[in-house]
Each structure stands twice: as structure tokens, then as C-alpha cells.
């Protein structure tokens, strides 16, 4: 139809030149000659559009198709991106859930110690007084009897106090592991100030053991965040230096150093000048229950604890670089200024 009328006005001229070709049948032969080739040429030329014409509906067929076939293309593609972010976001929360496995099976594994100990003298000394009760019912106490229970029951209560402690003080750390956002306030502070206020804090550790501290950090950083969790995070590196870094006597150096990087982000890099981590533990410091002092008091939670801190509330990243043997240790975290508000 769109045809037809597109060529509606040459139908009508090569019709009006028909009409001339019989109204000139009596000229001259070379008039009609060259009417009949202009009229020829005319009709070819039409045919030509007429051919042209088709090609291009064709095309844009052929376009359509082709767009259509897109469009389906891009919404499959749309749907595999959807499922593939899905799929991620199931394996960050298996891979969530398998570390908290492991976590809660390392803290049952390490609680058992101490438990067990605490239980094995609580029965012996529920023994001990069973029997002091059978010999003070049959009046048969002697002095050695009453000497030997009260030895025992000072070592079994002694032992029992000390690792109900423990006890108690592993599941203090593995509450910390499980910190959230609602454990500490978001408050708008000064970077620097705030620093400076938790060094001083922890300055009965350092003053004791003489160690140097020094804050190199610009003034006027303000933060919105969980100062909270950053006190706890520099209290877990100063409480390293002192254990791991530093041998009884030394006098050691710490630093703390601040810069700004990129708009929007702080740098923090702490460093001492200790003994290090080699390179063989170096990837291993963030997992839990890693510990290089097993047995001497250290559970292996308090760079786990640093690690949730700052990935989780501060929103930042945190690496540990360097510290190959006498070179000492550098952490180096990076935090956004403003974290997310809590909905
Ligand atoms: N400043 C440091 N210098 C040398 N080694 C360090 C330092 N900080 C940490 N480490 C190493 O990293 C290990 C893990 O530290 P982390 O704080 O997680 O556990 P921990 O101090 O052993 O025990 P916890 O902190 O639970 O009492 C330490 O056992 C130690 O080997
Ligand atoms: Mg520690």
C-alpha cells in the first residue's frame, strides 16, 4: 500500500507520457526516438526505485529482527547477572556461616581446656571432702587428715579460680569476635584527638615498660564513625607490641602515622619496631585462634577481633606489610570518613 503511493506520481507520469508518445505518433522519427528512449529510461528508473524501495523494507525487517533479538539478548543477560549476584551473595553467606562454624567449634575446643581442668578438681575435691565427712562422722579425724585436705582444697579451689578464669576471659574475647554495629556508638570525633586519648589510656602498659609512642597525625580529620571500635582496635595492636614484639626489658618504639590518601578516606598505619612475624605467619594473624603463644595466655582472638572491626562497623580494609624478622610489624587500615548510619 505504501508503495503504491509512494510511486503514485511517477504511475501518473509515465502515463502522461504514453498519452504524449500517441500525441506525437506524427513528428518527425528522431522526436519519437528520443521520447520513446527518455520514456524508457523514466520507466527503468522507477523499476530501480521500486527495487530499492524493497531492499530497504527488507532491511529494516531484517533491523527489526535483529533489535528484537537484542533486546531478548540483553534481558537474558540482564537475568544471568541477577542470578549470578544472588548465587555470590548465597556463597558470602556459606562462607560466613562456615567460618562462624569454625569459630564457635575453636572457642568450644579452646573453653574445653580450662573447663575440663576446673571440673576435674571440683570432683576431686568433692572426694576429698566426702571422705573428710565419713572420717569426722566415725570421729576419726587426725591432724595429718586435716592437714592433707586443706593442702588439697587450697590447690583444687586455687586451680579452679584460676581456670574459671580463663574461662571466663575466653568468652569475654569470643563476645568482642561477635561485635555489630549496635555494640558501639556512631558519633561524629576528631581523628587525631582521639587517638591521642586512647594512646594515653593505654599508657600505664607503655609508661611501665618505657616504650616510645608517637602520633604523627594531621589536625582537623573529623570522623563519623565508631570511635569505639577503633579504640579497641589500636588497645589489640599496643597489647601485640607489648606481648609479641617486644622481649622483657627492651625498650621498644611505636608509631602511629595518619594521612589522607584520597578524598573521603583516612590512612592509619600503626608500626613497631619489635621482633616481627615472619613471613610463613604473616598470612595467618587475621584467622582466629592463630596464636604464637598457646599455652601462655594467648587465645589468637585479638587481631581475629581487629580484623571483624574494621571490615565490619568501620567499613574499612586492614593488612598487615613487612615485619620479615628484627624489622618489626606495620598494620596499615584504611577507613572511609563517614561510615553508613544505622537504619
Ligand atoms: N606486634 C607484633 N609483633 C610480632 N608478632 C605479632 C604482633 N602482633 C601480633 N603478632 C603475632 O600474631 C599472632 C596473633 O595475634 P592475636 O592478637 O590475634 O593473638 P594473641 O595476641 O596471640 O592472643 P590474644 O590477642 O587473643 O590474647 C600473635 O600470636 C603473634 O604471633
Ligand atoms: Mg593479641
Not at 529482527?65 to 548465587?87: F, I, M, Q, Y
Not at 609512642?213 to 570522623?223: F, K, L, Q, R, T
Not at 618504639?253 to 619489635?274: C, F, K, L, T, W
Request: glycine share 10%; aromatic share 6%.
Amino acid at each position: 500500500m505504501a508503495e503504491f503511493n509512494l510511486f503514485d506520481a511517477e504511475e501518473r507520469t509515465l502515463e502522461q507520457a504514453e498519452a504524449l508518445r500517441r500525441d506525437v505518433a506524427g513528428s518527425p522519427q528522431p522526436v519519437r526516438d528520443g521520447l520513446d528512449a527518455l520514456i524508457e529510461a523514466y520507466g527503468r528508473s522507477v523499476r530501480e526505485q521500486r527495487r530499492l524501495v524493497k531492499v530497504s523494507d527488507r532491511l529494516q525487517a531484517q533491523l527489526a529482527a535483529v533489535n528484537h533479538e537484542l533486546g531478548r539478548r540483553k534481558a537474558e543477560a540482564e537475568e544471568a547477572l541477577d542470578r549470578l549476584t544472588a548465587a555470590q551473595e548465597s556463597l558470602v553467606q556459606a562462607e560466613k556461616l562456615a567460618s562462624l562454624g569454625a569459630l564457635v567449634g575453636g572457642v568450644a575446643h579452646e573453653i574445653n581446656t580450662p573447663v575440663g581442668i576446673a571440673l576435674s578438681c571440683a570432683s576431686h575435691l568433692a572426694d576429698s571432702t566426702a571422705r573428710m565427712r565419713e572420717l569426722f562422722e566415725a570421729d576419726d579425724i587426725g591432724v595429718d587428715d586435716f592437714e592433707r585436705y586443706m593442702a588439697t582444697a587450697t590447690d583444687t579451689t586455687n586451680l579452679i579460680l584460676a581456670n574459671c578464669e580463663r574461662a571466663a576471659e575466653l568468652i569475654r574475647s569470643f563476645k568482642q569476635v561477635a561485635v555489630d554495629r549496635t555494640t558501639s556508638e556512631r558519633r561524629k570525633f576528631d581523628l587525631g584527638a582521639y587517638i591521642r586519648e586512647t594512646m594515653a589510656s593505654l599508657g600505664p602498659h607503655l609508661r611501665q615498660a618505657g616504650h616510645a609512642v608517637s602520633i604523627d597525625c594531621p589536625g582537623g580529620i573529623a570522623m563519623t564513625s565508631y570511635p569505639g571500635a577503633l579504640s579497641q582496635v589500636l588497645g589489640n595492636f599496643v597489647m601485640n607490641s607489648l606481648i609479641h614484639a617486644f622481649d622483657p626489658g627492651t625498650i621498644g618504639a611505636i608509631a602511629i602515622q595518619v594521612d589522607q590518601p584520597e578524598a573521603g578516606r583516612v590512612r592509619i598505619v600503626y608500626s613497631d619496631n619489635g621482633k616481627g612475624i615472619s613471613e610463613e605467619n604473616r598470612g595467618r594473624i587475621f584467622d582466629p585462634f592463630f596464636t604464637t603463644r598457646r599455652g601462655s595466655g594467648g587465645s589468637g582472638l585479638g587481631l581475629h577481633i581487629v580484623y571483624n572491626l574494621v571490615t565490619g562497623p568501620l567499613e574499612g580494609s586492614v593488612a598487615v606489610e613487612g615485619g620479615s624478622a628484627e624489622s618489626g610489624i606495620r598494620f596499615v587500615i584504611t577507613l572511609p570518613l563517614v561510615t553508613t548510619p544505622l537504619h
